[in-house]
């Protein structure tokens, strides 16, 4: 029996077992990403979400208010302006025509408030264009008859400031024995004053053509 104790040799080069991969930590880092990328796209979908409600609020108001403004009502509540087009004029303005709604009297024209008015800073009142501010207009007016005999076609202007309160502005008188239609054309620039008003007369609204709106105008604007 040897006296020799025992000796073991450890090689350090021994090849070891692979340790095991860190699954927990990739799982979590997986996990932190996806809910980064979910905060972000909910984030997304909500701004987006947020802008269609403010866009679609803004898209009511702008409706609301335009067909608020937009309505006509004749009389002295009547309003100062019907922006169509969005725009506002810069100056006084009026342009009306004929259409299915007038009813004249005898000898006075009266004009639509449904046939595409348009009145800024200005009211319509049975038949008369009242002027709001004080300044120099141009003022005109058209009309289509019925071409038989004497016809006269005025603008005639409504005032305190002179005796008898009404003076013509524009008239033109034309005779004729055929029985063909005619127009009458009439414009001119004039100082108006606030609450001046303004008409449209003829010799008998019986002969007036009636067949199309835009054939028959009254029209007054601030230069």
């Known amino acids: 029996?040897?006296?020799?104790?025992?000796?073991?040799?450890?090689?350090?080069?021994a090849t070891?077992?692979?340790?095991?991969?860190?699954v927990g930590q990739k799982k979590q880092r997986a996990g932190a990403a996806q809910t980064l990328m979910f905060m972000l796209v909910s984030l997304a979908l909500c701004g987006m979400a947020i802008e269609a409600c403010l866009i679609y609020r803004?898209?009511?108001?702008?409706?609301?208010?335009?067909?608020?403004?937009?309505?006509?009502?004749?009389g002295d509540d009547a309003p100062t302006i019907w922006p169509r087009y969005g725009i506002s004029p810069s100056k006084p303005v009026a342009h009306l025509t004929g259409g299915d709604d007038v009813v004249h009297k005898q000898e006075t024209?009266?004009?639509?408030?449904?046939?595409?008015?348009?009145?800024?800073?200005?009211?319509?009142?049975?038949?008369?264009l009242i002027i709001q501010k004080e300044g120099y207009y141009y003022v005109y007016s058209k009309i289509l008859f019925k071409d038989n005999g004497n016809f006269h076609h005025t603008v005639?202007?409504?005032t305190i400031?002179?005796?008898?309160g009404s003076i013509p502005l524009l008239?033109?008188?034309?005779?004729?024995?055929?029985?063909?239609?005619?127009?009458?054309?009439?414009?001119?620039v004039f100082h108006l004053y606030k609450d001046d008003t303004?008409?449209?007369?003829?010799?008998?609204?019986?002969?007036i053509d009636r067949n199309k709106a835009y054939e028959n105008i009254f029209g007054v604007y601030m230069i």
Do not use: C
């Open 109 to 128: 024209m009266a004009w639509s408030m449904i046939a595409d008015p348009l009145l800024y800073e200005m009211t319509y009142k049975d038949g008369g």
């Open 198 to 207: 303004l008409y449209v007369t003829v010799s008998n609204t019986t002969r």
């Open 58 to 74: 803004l898209y009511q108001l702008e409706s609301a208010d335009s067909a608020s403004s937009s309505k006509i009502i004749s």
């Open 156 to 158: 005639t202007r409504h």
């Open 161 to 164: 400031r002179y005796a008898g």
């Open 1 to 13: 029996m040897s006296k020799h104790p025992s000796v073991f040799v450890v090689d350090s080069h």
């Open 171 to 188: 008239q033109s008188r034309i005779y004729s024995s055929n029985s063909k239609r005619s127009n009458s054309y009439l414009g001119g």
């Open 16 to 22: 070891r077992p692979p340790l095991p991969p860190r």
